[in-house]
């Protein structure tokens, strides 16, 4: 049993006054009143004197009234409302559950009516559809189809650089007839005219070329979208699939070339790392260049198969990284460009540009980056937005074999001198590694001596020394790592620079063995015959 509580309840505000011929004679006033009442006193006590012909200089004092009559009745009627639902608590006579479920559902309706309304993203949607196309039947031509784009993008490319180049070439020779005129029928002046017009003549080209190649990532990219969800509408009904009438698929050989790669010092071991619960984890030496992982050759077709694991692991729990060193400001990095080279070699249909990634990045670090520096009192290089040690991080899905490609700023002192295992950059290896655990990262590669090409004071003790220190901070970083939780980085690649002799790779490669546990096999002794 329950007690029903009213809402609202009617009071009868009651007032009276003299007249104005006889002040024994009382004017007496009835007023029904909703209480609580949600309106405005004042413009009640207007109604009322209107409607009854109530004298003017009585307003006031009738306000005053009816305010002190509302705020009264309002004042009793919560009292008894309350009174009477705790009575209705006491006795058990309130369904707790009833109310909970009302409020609950009074709730949702009020978030859904103002709050602001969102669902799943385009981004998420199409990251679903990807995954499920990859992994399915359709795989071969979802790779043909992206063949085809970077093919055309690969070709408007060379057609901007040689355009570039026959510019360059009429100007590096009107230029030198120029010199060659020069203080007879030349002047200085025509010789500043005319390097003023050649720079104006490559910003407009370079500028036109930028933006016919821009204008061609991103109609493929719409246009590859829609393709995607269209496919995977008819494979979920009908299983057959379909090609985009603009993609030349012709142009893509399916016949594999026998031709092997060139090859190249590595060596791998298998190794435990860990006290207790011991972990088993593949580490590769390699003598190579760390952004062959980067660059894709659409017209090599031995090509595909990198494409094809790339694309398996693209939206999985199962990424691949690498480590360039980078210098600061970014934008003057050597490597750096080479990404960026790479990066355009093929359109983007997953994430953003990397110019625009790198450009937000600038935006984002720069605040926060400049706080920093000027707490730790750096003075002149306060301004700096990046320093030793710090990284950034880029995603790509047309590149070689890396989904993730973490920038470490290293300076001179990095690269070239003696450093100990606290030296901001190692403490940016660590981050790296354990920003890798915390996001599915399995296999990663980086820069085993820190710096990217050899040089002859780069003797043989020296990359000792630094791959020594390189590995065993590795290895405790990764052990540390494996304290926080999340993937485990399954492949760990070092690289040593691509000119690296035959004689100092194979003493680095033997530091593996010293450093980490390597598996090796047990080999039993067969017992003598008798």
């Not at 009908?238 to 590595?266: G, I, Q, V, Y």
């Not at 660059?295 to 595909?304: I, S």
């Not at 915390?438 to 085993?448: G, M, R």
């Not at 939780?485 to 040593?496: E, F, I, M, N, S």
Request: a negative charge; one cysteine or more; aromatic letters at 6%.
């Amino acid at each position: 049993m329950s007690i029903e509580v009213a809402h609202t309840l009617t009071k009868n505000f009651k007032y009276s006054f003299p007249t104005c011929t006889n002040e024994e004679i009382l004017f007496k006033l009835d007023v029904p009143v909703e209480i609580p009442y949600s309106g405005c006193t004042r413009e009640l006590v207007q109604r009322v004197i209107n409607m009854f012909h109530i004298p003017v200089y009585l307003e006031d004092e009738l306000n005053e009234k009816l305010a002190e009559f509302v705020a009264t009745e309002t004042k009793n009627f919560h009292n008894d409302r309350d009174e009477k639902l705790i009575n209705q608590l006491k006795n058990s006579e309130l369904n707790v559950d009833g109310i909970v479920k009302n409020w609950e559902k009074m709730f949702k309706e009020n978030v859904m009516e103002f709050a602001e309304q969102k669902g799943t993203s385009d981004e998420e949607v199409f990251a679903a559809a990807y995954h499920k196309l990859v992994h399915s039947p359709a795989l071969e031509t979802i790779l043909q189809v992206e063949n085809s784009y970077a093919k055309t993008v690969s070709s408007m490319l060379k057609n901007r650089d040689e355009d570039v180049q026959k510019m360059t070439e009429r100007q590096t020779s009107e230029m030198e007839e120029n010199m060659r005129l020069l203080n007879t029928t030349v002047t200085e002046e025509d010789i500043n005219e005319l390097a003023t017009r050649h720079f104006e003549e490559q910003s407009l080209v370079c500028g036109r070329w930028g933006s016919q190649i821009d204008a061609l990532c991103q109609t493929q990219r719409s246009q590859h979208r829609a393709w995607l969800m269209t496919t995977l509408d008819q494979y979920q009904t009908t299983a057959a699939l379909s090609t985009p009438s603009n993609s030349p698929l012709d142009t893509f050989c399916p016949e594999r070339s026998l031709s092997a790669p060139a090859p190249r010092l590595e060596e791998s071991f298998t190794i435990h790392l860990g006290s207790q619960l011991k972990q088993t984890h593949n580490i590769r030496i390699v003598a190579c260049d760390l952004l062959d992982l980067c660059r894709l050759d659409p017209d090599n077709p031995t090509e595909h198969m990198r494409r094809l694991q790339t694309s398996l692991g693209l939206y999985s729990t199962e990424l691949s990284a690498v480590v360039l060193l980078s210098s600061a400001p970014p934008a003057t990095a050597a490597p750096l460009k080479a990404l960026q080279r790479a990066a355009a070699a093929s359109p983007e249909h997953h994430f953003a540009s990397l110019d625009l990634q790198l450009k937000d990045i600038a935006e984002k670090v720069k605040e926060p980056a400049e706080q920093r520096n000027s707490q730790r009192g750096d003075g002149r290089r306060a301004r700096a937005a990046l320093q030793p040690g710090d990284v950034y991080v880029t995603t790509h899905s047309n590149l070689g074999d890396v989904h993730v490609v973490f920038h470490l700023v290293a300076d001179d002192d990095a690269v070239s001198g003696d450093i100990s295992s606290r030296h901001p950059v190692i403490m940016g290896l660590r981050n790296i590694l354990k920003a890798a655990c915390a996001n599915d990262i399995t296999t990663i590669s980086l820069p085993l001596l820190l710096r990217h090409d050899l040089t002859e004071e780069c003797t043989v003790a020296w990359c000792s020394r630094r791959a020594e220190l390189v590995l065993k901070c590795v290895k405790g970083f990764v052990l540390e790592a494996f304290g926080w939780g999340g993937a485990r980085p399954a492949t760990l690649q070092v690289a040593a620079p691509p000119n690296t002799s035959p004689q100092v790779f194979a003493s680095l490669a033997a530091l593996l063995p010293a450093i980490f546990r390597v598996s090796a096999p047990v080999k039993a002794k067969q017992p003598a015959a008798h």
